[in-house]
């Protein structure tokens, strides 16, 4: 995928914080540095949608739409 050149305002504190993630070579640079904590906070919030989507679930709904079909007697199966 490619990249695109954007430019962002910083506090001068987050942009130490960041150069001295560079100057320790934790990143190569500061595009680097910024890209991988977006990266992150992405995924964690794509996580927390799948959590609050699941939590919208009815569970005994849930447990109908699994059981139909089944060939074994259902009650045999453990209680959720």
Do not use: F
Not at 47 to 71: M, T
């Amino acid at each position: 995928m490619g990249k695109a050149r954007i430019a962002i305002t910083l506090d001068e504190d987050l942009v130490s914080r960041i150069d001295r993630l560079v100057r320790d070579r934790t990143y190569p640079n500061r595009s680097q540095a910024i890209e991988h904590a977006l990266q992150e906070k992405l995924q964690r919030l794509d996580r927390g949608r799948l959590a609050r989507e699941s939590a919208k679930l009815d569970p005994k709904c849930e447990r109908a739409i699994a059981e139909e079909g089944l060939s074994e007697d259902v009650s045999e199966w453990p209680e959720y």
